[in-house]
């Protein structure tokens, strides 16, 4: 059964960091990109950044683009996302999903595409002063 787990969440003011973790069970984690989604409240949810089985990383929204950093451990099954300058509009639900390994482990933030409908609890993101 595939598991995963975000961790890391909380209340933060503008201009603070928190790091975001994504612990993967039940897969052969070296094999997966590991895509980062957010959602707010009656909203659809958006990618914002996806981490590659060769170390390359992707950052999808030009927002978080120099803010927000991805790093993984596959020994340890685990994907971080590192927020630093953190503005209220950042306030969301942020979840982390595998991807489909027909993309060879590189990144991809099209769920039509190359989602596989697995997902965590998420993990709460609260930016306000």
């Known amino acids: 059964q595939v598991q995963l787990v975000e961790s890391g969440g909380g209340s933060v003011q503008p201009g603070e960091s928190l790091r975001l973790s994504c612990e993967v069970s039940?897969?052969?984690?070296?094999?997966?990109?590991i895509a980062w989604f957010r959602q707010v409240s009656g909203k659809e949810r958006e990618g914002i950044a996806c981490?590659?089985?060769?170390?390359?990383?992707?950052h999808s929204e030009d927002s978080v683009r120099g803010r927000f950093t991805l790093s993984r451990d596959n020994a340890r099954s685990t994907v971080w996302l590192q927020m630093d300058e953190l503005r209220p509009e950042d306030t969301a639900v942020y979840y982390c999903?595998?991807?489909?390994?027909?993309?060879?482990?590189?990144?991809?933030?099209?769920?039509?595409?190359?989602?596989?409908?697995?997902w965590g609890k998420g993990a709460r993101v609260n930016v306000s002063s």
């Open positions: 981490s590659g089985t060769r170390g390359d990383f992707s």
């Open positions: 999903t595998p991807v489909s390994p027909t993309t060879g482990g590189r990144c991809s933030l099209d769920l039509k595409m190359y989602g596989m409908g697995i």
């Open positions: 039940g897969i052969t984690f070296s094999i997966y990109a």
